[in-house]
């Protein structure tokens, strides 16, 4: 399934089965919050917001007519996002779609009332979003990307690729647990390989150049970008930088330089997905999560 097609899916999901479930109770419009770590000018914001719209049309809503759709594009800005967590839960919308760990904490925090569907969030037990992938329970649901033992797994991936690399820059965010989980588990996989890891804490384009820089000072360099608001911002800063041996954490091919995907759903995701989005009158708690990705292809 390519980028576009598996984004619609998303935006079909996220929205379908709170408005299906809460449309027994009356015909009054619903709104739906959307919280996107993404800058609203990023081309990847617009393809979203089509992609989301033109999935609930497919589904019987139309924005202005039987639904509206509340938007905050805060990109990486962390005090922006818990100011539009606050106008958002505020707002008593029906659902609420996010993606990522950075804005679904705060969600998390602020409301455990209204239904909340995220996407690409790593290992979303581990980070204590859910109770489990069969059974998530509260008021929170989605497609997960993988556990954190993946980390790994993208290392062991990155030598089959380019096997004479023997250092490896790891950009990515300490400051968000999943990184840090994420980190832990490439580190401990690194001596197995003979690899001398070199981790990256980045706020900007200003960290990211100097880590570039220095990975590029000796040959046999190769760079995780673990995915994120910020990494995700400055894709093409990292894509352009340096023709590197490179691992992108939601990719499952090592390419000779930057470049970000979107990890796809196999036709089972998409199965469970369309399951979702026909549901009535079932709560949250009670969805199974679309199956992992793999990295063997």
């Not at 990522?100 to 290992?123: C, H, N, S, W």
């Not at 089959?160 to 580190?187: D, F, K, Y």
Request: aromatic share 8%.
């Amino acid at each position: 399934m390519r980028r576009r097609e598996f984004i619609t899916l998303l935006g079909t999901t996220a929205a379908a089965w709170p408005l299906a479930a809460r449309a027994q109770q009356g015909e009054r419009i619903r709104r739906i919050g959307v919280l996107q770590a993404i800058s609203e000018s990023d081309p990847e914001a617009h393809l979203r917001k089509a992609a989301f719209v033109g999935g609930l049309q497919k589904l019987g809503w139309t924005e202005g007519t039987n639904v509206t759709i509340d938007y905050r594009w805060a990109g990486a800005d962390a005090d922006r996002i818990r100011l539009y967590v606050t106008e958002i839960t505020g707002m008593r919308p029906d659902v609420i779609w996010t993606s990522g760990a950075l804005p679904l904490l705060p969600l998390k925090r602020a409301t455990r009332t209204v239904p909340i569907v995220f996407t690409q969030v790593y290992d979303p037990v581990g980070s204590g979003f859910v109770a489990s992938l069969t059974r998530p329970g509260g008021n929170i649901t989605g497609f997960t990307l993988g556990e954190f033992s993946m980390g790994g797994k993208i290392l062991e991936v990155l030598k089959e690729v380019a096997s004479q690399v023997n250092r490896v820059a790891v950009i990515l965010n300490l400051e968000q647990p999943p990184h840090v989980a994420m980190w832990r588990s490439i580190e401990a996989t690194a001596p197995s390989f003979g690899v001398r890891l070199t981790p990256a804490d980045v706020q900007g384009p200003a960290e990211i150049e100097r880590a570039m820089e220095a990975l590029a000072r000796e040959p046999n360099g190769g760079l995780i970008v673990l995915p994120g608001p910020i990494t995700i911002a400055h894709r093409e800063l990292i894509s352009t930088a340096f023709r590197l041996f490179t691992r992108f954490g939601f990719s499952s091919r090592a390419v000779a330089c930057c470049r970000m995907a979107s990890t796809p759903l196999t036709s089972p995701g998409r199965r469970r997905a369309t399951s979702i989005a026909s549901s009535r009158g079932r709560s949250p708690a009670t969805f199974r999560f679309s199956n992992r990705p793999s990295l063997s292809s």
